[in-house]
């Protein structure tokens, strides 16, 4: 029978869901970046801030950070825990990664919905 070690009783379908629904999320967002873009051929910083200023593009701008931030998680529990076999190094490894995503989840959360 199979522990879990890290994951928090988390299951491998669990895990395989919230990489396929985040990859999906970022793959809408990233389209819809580059449709705008390609689309907006005199774009300058009003037009862009316009965009980031309407609620509905932080909302879709925030999933994708969330989803970024787990997708990231997963990805990178899952690559720890497969290669770095002594425990020690594994959670001091998962510690330091989790911090710098959620450090990363905030500050971009910040920029944001900040002033």
Do not use: C, E
Request: charged share 5%.
């Amino acid at each position: 029978m199979v522990t879990n070690i890290t994951n928090l009783g988390r299951s491998g379908l669990s895990d395989w869901l919230v990489q396929r629904a985040s990859a999906i999320v970022l793959a809408l967002y990233t389209l819809f970046i580059v449709g705008y873009l390609l689309f907006s051929p005199g774009l300058d910083y009003a037009t862009w801030s316009g965009l980031f200023a309407q609620t509905w593009m932080r909302i879709f701008s925030l999933l994708a950070f969330v989803s970024l931030s787990a997708h990231a998680w997963v990805g990178l529990w899952t690559v720890t825990t497969d290669y770095l076999k002594p425990t020690g190094i594994r959670i001091a490894a998962q510690s330091i990664i989790i911090l710098a995503i959620f450090v990363f989840l905030v500050w971009g959360i910040q920029v944001l919905w900040g002033a």
